[in-house]
């Protein structure tokens, strides 16, 4: 997609790290050209009653490309993540092959680029295959442009390999992004372990096995200097955990998931695989903590840890089915729906910030200025809206929402000053 010469993005309140104003947006040759009251010429796009913002970032979305394109492609995600007014998405590793070689990257930014619907990031895996034994070729993959390292849907159960990892990023100046399990304690689990899982007869996921690498890599962050990220946290402790190392001014942040912020565990008593996730649905006080700490900045990103799946798979037993749900083209109205923050908040976990732990705030999540590359996007923050799954975007069809009723809504989304989603359709 090229840009298509001058817009003005008229009536809308802009919202970015400055706070709320009321102004007109114009766009040309792919970047902010005037920011003021009553701008005139080129393609005038009405965007009263709504916000334009600078585009979501996700730090946490599985385009399952290269190896899975039967649950999705890079292509369709991109596609999924621009209705949901994103313009950057990370791209998580755990592929087939994995991102722990150049080629690999290489292949998924050009996969991106082709699609040319938003920014495709790619992380890197810390450990060779995320097989948690060997570390992978960190510096390479950083010499190539990768600034975000994780071994998604593995923890590193090694403290020791961990620790090397932790040593060799901070020289390398890259952030490594943890997924908090420790793998003995969850073995056969499927939801929160909870007096709930105990009358179902369904295996328990305790709090502390993420609570556990939550710590010890607080620690070895304390240690080592490391700039350490935590991917999908879901407990209480676990937010508490990150409240503290913030206090003593560690390089730590967090995100959490819109389903982990609006669902709890008692989803699972219908034995719906489509609430089966990784770390689990947890408990209302849980969920009551989650909010808190991204109302009061512990928690510093909503990523939605997008993972589609194809419908067979999601059929299968709940012991069987795997982990994971859909959440790119409704984490916003999910957000809007479950947290009373304001807007400029809620644009700073969903956009500001995820660019900034993403190393990519230089392009996105960027104040509307003029000059800032226009990656941005218009919502209205009140219309409701119910999720329909033949309307869906991404090649998979797991979503919780479906009938459920939403409330904000992505009107357009534009890359690099060329609309992505106009009108709330996507754009081929």
Known sequence: MTPTGRVVLQGGRVVDSRGERRADVAVDDGVVVEVGEHLVGGRVIDATNCVVAPGFVDLHAHLREPGKEEAETIETGSRAGAM?????????????????????????????????????????????GRNGEALAPMAELAAVGVRIFTDDGNGVQDELLMRHAMEYGKGLGITLAQHCEVATLTKGAVMNECQCCTSLGLPGWPSIAEELMVFRDIELARLTGARMHFLHLSTARSVELVRAAKR??????????????????????????????????????????????????TIDAIATDHAPHPRRDKELSLDQAPFGMLGLETALGVALGVLQVDLTHLVRVMSINPARIAGIADRHGRDIDTGAPANLVVFDPTVAWQVAPDSLASKSRNTPYVGMTLRGKVRHTMFNGTFTVLDGAAQR
Not at 87 to 97: E, R, Y
Not at 278 to 291: G, H, K, M
């Open 248 to 297: 003593d001014g560690l390089p730590i942040t967090a995100e959490v998931t819109p389903h982990h912020l609006a669902l709890d565990e008692t989803r699972l008593a219908t034995f719906d695989t489509v609430y089966k996730v990784n770390p689990p649905l947890r408990s209302p006080a849980d969920i009551a903590a989650l909010r808190a700490g991204v109302i009061d900045g």
């Open 84 to 128: 949901g007014g994103y313009t950057a998405l990370v791209a998580m590793p755990n592929t087939d092959p994995p991102h722990d070689s150049v080629a690999v990257i290489n292949f998924v930014r050009e996969q991106g680029k082709r699609a040319g619907l938003v920014d495709v990031v790619p992380s890197g895996c810390i450990t060779l």
